[in-house]
């Protein structure tokens, strides 16, 4: 079984819906990620979480927001869903305890078209 | 400027060839160094570590240079599988990681 799960994913959803994106791993790590990537460019951090009190903004978090629910799930939330929202979405976790290497592990991503 | 910047590429060589790839960031406080490798617009995964002295994993080597600001990544002897986006992963002290936008390395027949 995969350590990083995303669900769903692919979603394809109408401007102004509220979109639900769900990360959960079974490595016990602290850290987790939420990234989007759109065509030809590298990654952007939206939000990162180092425990389960602990809620961070990326680079890009305006217009969505997170929820840690347990140190195993991350969730990222589109509350109006707009047409440059559409972009694959990756969640990756790391391990404190192996700071600063940080390697990072990766979900299989999510593809998400808003129309 | 962006603070991880790489040759976007695309590169096309043929099996055999050798290819390197460079990196720079902006960040002087920058801790630690990774190539990850993305197939496909799939996840990206661990290449490599990129260490001050240098590493080398079989046909892969990294490179830093401090004072430059720079990483560099070598594959020698190129094989068809290598083909793939490389990207250029810097991390801060807070545990942050910054991405380039990728290189294109696509190997011919």
């Known amino acids: 079984d995969a350590d990083v799960t995303q669900t769903p994913r692919n979603r394809i959803t109408k401007t102004g819906k509220r979109i639900m994106l769900e990360c959960s791993q079974t490595?016990?790590?602290?850290?987790m990620y939420w990234y989007r990537q759109d065509p030809g460019l590298g990654l952007r951090l939206i939000y990162y979480?180092?425990?389960?009190?602990?809620?961070n903004k990326g680079e890009i978090s305006d217009g969505y927001s997170v929820s840690r629910q347990a140190q195993a799930k991350f969730s990222l939330s589109l509350e109006s869903a707009i047409p440059n929202q559409t972009a694959l979405y990756f969640c990756?976790?790391?391990?404190?305890?192996?700071?600063?290497?940080?390697?990072?592990?990766f979900g299989p991503g999510t593809r998400l078209t808003v129309l | 400027r962006k603070e991880v910047e790489q040759d976007p590429g695309p590169f096309n060589v043929p099996e055999g060839a050798t290819v390197a790839f460079n990196c720079t960031y902006s960040?002087?406080?920058?801790?630690?160094f990774f190539w990850y490798r993305q197939d496909c617009r799939k996840e990206p995964k661990l290449l490599m570590s990129?260490?001050?002295s240098g590493n080398e994993d079989g046909r892969f080597t990294a490179q830093l240079n401090r004072a430059s600001q720079y990483i560099s990544l070598l594959i020698r002897d190129s094989k068809l599988s290598d083909s793939a986006t490389y990207l250029c992963?810097?991390?801060?002290?807070?545990?942050?990681?910054?991405f380039g936008d990728g290189t294109t390395l696509t190997v011919k027949p």
């Open positions: 990756a976790t790391s391990d404190r305890d192996y700071q600063p290497l940080n390697e990072q592990f």
């Open positions: 490595k016990g790590h602290d850290r």
């Open positions: 979480s180092f425990d389960v009190k602990d809620i």
């Open positions: 960040n002087s406080a920058s801790q630690s």
């Open positions: 990129v260490y001050s």
């Open positions: 992963v810097v991390n801060t002290n807070a545990g942050k990681s910054t």
